[in-house]
C-alpha cells in the first residue's frame, strides 16, 4: 500500500511541475551577431534567454547544421563550466579558437568550422533546460552564410559620427566601418562630457551591428564631447583597433584614435 501511496505523490508533483513549466516556458529572445552573412573567422555566438537557465551542460541542445542540414562537428569550445552572465540568461558560445586562428595545430588538422559561400543554421533545441528543470517551449533556429574571413582591425579614424542637437535628447548616431562584437559596443564605447566625466545615457544598436546610437539622459549642452574607445573593444572576428586577433606572435600594434571629439549642433 505504501508503494501506492508514494507513486501517486510521485505522479501528483510531476503534474504539479508539468503544468508549472507549460505556463511560463523559458525561449530564446535574441542571438548575436544578428548578420545574415558572418565571416568564417567569426570567434563568438551570443544566445539570449528569456529566464535563468540550469547548469547543466548545454552544449549537446545545440547544433550548427550545414545547408543539407548535418552537424557540423567541433565547432565550438567545450567549456565545463560554460561562459554565462552571472544571472545565466546569456550564453557566450566560443568557436574553437584553435580552429579559428591559423597555424595552430587544430586549424591545421581540421581548418575552420565554417566555410566561405556555404550557408549554416544555429539550431537552439527545445531540449535545453532552464533553472527550474524546464525544457524551452521551442526550438530557436537562425540561418546565416560565411563570408571570406575578416582580416582588418576596427579603425575608428574611418568611424562616422553623426552629432545631435543641442537642447534636444536626440542620440548621437555612430556608423562604424564594419559589424563590432555587440557586448563590446555595450561596454567599450562612452561619451565623455565637458567635465571629464561619462554622460548618462542609454546605448542602442542597429543595422547588424554597424551602427551605435546613444541617447543622453539629459539635453545635450553646446559644448565639446568625445567618444571614448577602449583598447579592447573588439570586432566579430577578435580584432582589436590596431591589432588582428590572427597575426604572428610579436606583431606590433598599429596607432588609432582612441578619442572621437564631436560637439552637438547649435540650437
Same mark, same amino acid.
Given at each position: 500500500?505504501?508503494?501506492?501511496?508514494?507513486?501517486?505523490?510521485?505522479?501528483?508533483?510531476?503534474?504539479?511541475?508539468?503544468?508549472?513549466?507549460?505556463?511560463?516556458?523559458?525561449?530564446?529572445?535574441?542571438?548575436?551577431?544578428?548578420?545574415?552573412?558572418?565571416?568564417?573567422?567569426?570567434?563568438?555566438?551570443?544566445?539570449?534567454?528569456?529566464?535563468?537557465?540550469?547548469?547543466?551542460?548545454?552544449?549537446?541542445?545545440?547544433?550548427? /547544421?550545414?545547408?543539407?542540414?548535418?552537424?557540423?562537428?567541433?565547432?565550438?569550445?567545450?567549456?565545463?563550466?560554460?561562459?554565462?552572465?552571472?544571472?545565466?540568461?546569456?550564453?557566450?558560445?566560443?568557436?574553437?579558437?584553435?580552429?579559428?586562428?591559423?597555424?595552430?595545430?587544430?586549424?591545421?588538422?581540421?581548418?575552420?568550422?565554417?566555410?566561405?559561400?556555404?550557408?549554416?543554421?544555429?539550431?537552439?533545441?527545445?531540449?535545453? #533546460?532552464?533553472?527550474?528543470?524546464?525544457?524551452?517551449?521551442?526550438?530557436?533556429?537562425?540561418?546565416?552564410?560565411?563570408?571570406?574571413?575578416?582580416?582588418?582591425?576596427?579603425?575608428?579614424?574611418?568611424?562616422?559620427?553623426?552629432? &545631435?542637437?543641442?537642447?534636444?535628447?536626440? &542620440?548621437?548616431?555612430?556608423?562604424?566601418?564594419?559589424?563590432?562584437?555587440?557586448?563590446? /559596443?555595450?561596454?567599450?564605447?562612452?561619451?565623455?562630457?565637458?567635465?571629464?566625466? &561619462?554622460?548618462?545615457?542609454?546605448?542602442?544598436?542597429?543595422? #547588424?551591428?554597424?551602427?551605435?546610437?546613444?541617447?543622453?539622459?539629459?539635453?545635450?549642452?553646446?559644448?565639446?564631447?568625445?567618444?571614448?574607445?577602449?583598447?579592447?573593444?573588439?570586432?566579430?572576428?577578435?580584432?582589436?583597433?590596431?591589432?588582428?586577433?590572427?597575426?604572428?606572435?610579436?606583431?606590433?600594434?598599429?596607432?588609432?584614435?582612441?578619442?572621437?571629439?564631436?560637439?552637438?549642433? &547649435?540650437?
Amino acid at each position: 500500500m505504501r508503494w501506492v501511496v508514494a507513486l501517486a505523490i510521485a505522479v501528483s508533483m510531476a503534474a504539479g511541475a508539468l503544468r508549472a513549466c507549460d505556463a511560463e516556458q523559458t525561449v530564446v529572445t535574441d542571438v548575436y551577431p544578428t548578420g545574415a552573412t558572418l565571416p568564417e573567422n567569426l570567434l563568438r555566438v551570443y544566445i539570449y534567454f528569456s529566464a535563468p537557465m540550469g547548469r547543466g551542460d548545454i552544449l549537446p541542445a545545440i547544433d550548427l /547544421l550545414d545547408a543539407q542540414g548535418r552537424a557540423v562537428e567541433g565547432v565550438f569550445l567545450s567549456n565545463r563550466y560554460d561562459l554565462w552572465s552571472a544571472d545565466r540568461t546569456r550564453l557566450t558560445l566560443l568557436l574553437d579558437p584553435g580552429r579559428v586562428k591559423t597555424g595552430l595545430q587544430a586549424n591545421v588538422a581540421m581548418g575552420r568550422a565554417l566555410v566561405p559561400g556555404e550557408t549554416y543554421t544555429l539550431r537552439i533545441s527545445e531540449t535545453a #533546460e532552464d533553472a527550474q528543470g524546464c525544457t524551452l517551449a521551442s526550438h530557436h533556429a537562425v540561418t546565416f552564410t560565411a563570408t571570406e574571413p575578416d582580416l582588418s582591425s576596427p579603425s575608428p579614424a574611418e568611424w562616422q559620427l553623426i552629432r &545631435p542637437a543641442s537642447g534636444t535628447r536626440e &542620440p548621437l548616431t555612430v556608423i562604424l566601418d564594419g559589424p563590432v562584437d555587440h557586448l563590446s /559596443l555595450a561596454y567599450r564605447l562612452r561619451v565623455i562630457g565637458p567635465d571629464g566625466a &561619462p554622460v548618462p545615457g542609454r546605448i542602442d544598436l542597429g543595422a #547588424e551591428e554597424t551602427r551605435w546610437f546613444f541617447r543622453p539622459r539629459q539635453p545635450w549642452p553646446v559644448t565639446p564631447h568625445r567618444l571614448a574607445i577602449d583598447p579592447i573593444l573588439e570586432d566579430l572576428a577578435g580584432n582589436r583597433p590596431g591589432a588582428l586577433f590572427d597575426h604572428p606572435v610579436g606583431t606590433p600594434t598599429r596607432p588609432w584614435h582612441r578619442m572621437l571629439e564631436f560637439s552637438p549642433t &547649435p540650437p
